[in-house]
């Protein structure tokens, strides 16, 4: 079974934070994702990486930044975490041949 | 945005009963995938389909990829309470992303 883990289930900081969120897969999938999910707004690509180091920006990559140093490995930074950023943040990987998503169980993040 | 409509947007129904729901798009998709969401939950792959025509059954659950590949279905056979969550349709087109609806909140009363 595929299986994507992201470091923490709930998360507060307040704004002017730097805040990191780590996901893991262990599928030795090629591609990762990073979703933000919003009420009324649906699932919002926010960056992906198809290999190590390699990264492209989503719909909504603004405030921002990823990271892939290993290839199981995929996290998103904020840099100066905002109010408007308060979201469930979700991973996701797939591999290169296959375009179907495994996804994460979220990150609901808030910003104070 | 979003290129997907998924329909109806929510569905209270009685357990037991059986429920449909669909995708479609005015764009070709490649590979169409429904996802089962429960509360403060990532999305769970229920079914996957490749092939235009194909139909797939995953337990009490059947999805097809439409002919036209602008649409994809999913039904559900003798609803139960855990069924209830948010079902999302997925399609590929090209590149690496995929395009998702907006979702269909089931309910189910018992």
């Known amino acids: 079974d595929v299986k994507v883990t992201q470091s923490s289930r709930y998360l507060v900081k307040r704004t002017g934070e730097k805040v990191f969120l780590e996901c893991v897969q262990d599928?030795?999938?090629?591609?990762m994702f990073w979703y933000r999910q919003d009420p009324g707004l649906g699932l919002r690509l926010i960056y992906f990486?198809?290999?190590?180091?390699?990264?492209e920006k989503g719909d909504i990559p603004e405030g921002y930044s990823v990271s892939r140093e290993k290839k199981e490995r995929f996290s998103l930074i904020l840099e100066s975490a905002s109010t408007n950023q308060t979201s469930m943040y979700l991973c996701a990987s797939s591999l290169a041949s296959l375009y179907t998503q495994y996804f994460g169980p979220g990150t609901r993040l808030t910003v104070l | 945005g979003q290129q997907l409509n998924q329909s109806p947007q929510s569905m209270f129904i009685q357990e037991g009963e059986d429920v449909s729901m669909n995708c479609t798009s005015s764009?070709?998709?490649?590979?169409w995938l429904w996802y089962k969401q429960e509360p403060g939950e990532g999305p769970v792959l229920l079914i996957a389909l490749y092939k235009a025509g194909e139909l797939t059954s995953n337990g009490r659950l059947t999805a097809q990829f439409g002919i036209t590949r602008k649409d994809s279905f999913l039904n559900i056979s003798a609803s139960i309470p855990s069924d209830v969550g948010i079902y999302f349709c997925?399609?590929?087109?090209?590149?690496?992303?995929?395009?998702f609806g907006a979702g269909t909140i089931l309910r189910v009363k018992s």
């Open positions: 599928m030795d999938h090629e591609n």
């Open positions: 997925a399609g590929h087109r090209y590149g690496n992303k995929l395009v």
């Open positions: 764009s070709i998709f490649n590979t």
């Open positions: 990486s198809y290999d190590v180091k390699m990264k």
